[in-house]
Antibody, heavy 117, light 108 residues
C-alpha cells in the first residue's frame, strides 16, 4: 500500500526557511516514479511547486524556483523540500504526491503551514 | 500552459453536473481530474481524459477534444460536493503538472 506523509513546522515567521519532509511508504523512489510537492493557500487553488524523479532530475515552478530546493534521501525513503524567504502569502496546506505517469496517483494528507509574525 | 475552468455549479441530488476545463489545444494533452473535499487529500476521479481509477463509480466520466475537456458527474449525491480540479502535464516550459483554478460543485 502506497502512502505518503508530510511533516514539518506548523508556524514560521516571515523571512524564515521552511523545510518539509515527505516520508514514503509502500514504494521507493526508484525507476520510473517521481514525487511532487503541491500547495493550497486558504481558499485558493492547488499549485504545483516542485518534483524530483527517481534519477534525481528536478523540476521547479518558474515563479518559485529561486526559493526552492528539492532533494531525496533514498536510505530514509524521504523527499525534502526547502523554501526560503517565507512570507504570509506562503501560508497554506502543503501536500506531497506520488507521480507514476503524468498525474498524482497518491497524495499525502497535507500539512498546514502558517507564516505570521 | 494556462487552464481555465467553468464557474461554480449548484445541482440538485440525482441531476448531472458538468465541469469544463479549457486550454489551447487541450485535446492534444491528457487531462486528469481531481476531487478535493475540505480537510482531505485530493483524489483523482478521472485520468488520461476518460479512465476511472479503481473504486471510482461510473457516474464520473470525462471527455477531451479541441480546446475543452469535460468532467460529467451523473446522478449527483451529497458525497460529490467538493472542488474539482483539472490537470495536464506541461511538456513545453515547466515540465511539470499544471492545475486549473478549480470548480466548486454544491449539492442542493
Amino acid at each position: 500500500q502506497i502512502t505518503l506523509k508530510e511533516s514539518g513546522p506548523t508556524l514560521l515567521e516571515p523571512t524564515q526557511t521552511l523545510t518539509l519532509t515527505c516520508s514514503l511508504s509502500g514504494f521507493s523512489l526508484t525507476s520510473g516514479v517521481a514525487v511532487a510537492w503541491i500547495r493550497q493557500p486558504p481558499g485558493k487553488a492547488l499549485e504545483w511547486l516542485s518534483l524530483i524523479y527517481w534519477d534525481d532530475t528536478k523540476r521547479y515552478s518558474p515563479s518559485l524556483e529561486s526559493r526552492l530546493i528539492i532533494t531525496k534521501d533514498i536510505p530514509k525513503n524521504q523527499v525534502v523540500l526547502t523554501m526560503t524567504k517565507m512570507s504570509p502569502d506562503d501560508t497554506g496546506t502543503y501536500f506531497c504526491g506520488y507521480i507514476g505517469d503524468s498525474w498524482v496517483n497518491y497524495w499525502g494528507q497535507g500539512t498546514l503551514v502558517t507564516v505570521s509574525a | 500552459y494556462v487552464l481555465t475552468q467553468s464557474p461554480p455549479v449548484s445541482v440538485a441530488p440525482g441531476q448531472s453536473a458538468r465541469i469544463t476545463c479549457g486550454g489551447r489545444n487541450i485535446g492534444d494533452k491528457r487531462v486528469h481530474w481531481y476531487q478535493h473535499k475540505a480537510g482531505q487529500a485530493p483524489m483523482v476521479v478521472v485520468y488520461e481524459d476518460r479512465y476511472r481509477p479503481s473504486g471510482i463509480p461510473e457516474r464520473f466520466s470525462g471527455f477531451n477534444s479541441g480546446d475543452t475537456a469535460t468532467l460529467t458527474i451523473s446522478g449527483v449525491g451529497a458525497g460529490d460536493e467538493a472542488d474539482y480540479y483539472c490537470q495536464v502535464w506541461d511538456t513545453d516550459t515547466v515540465h511539470g503538472p499544471v492545475f486549473g483554478p478549480g470548480t466548486k460543485v454544491t449539492v442542493l
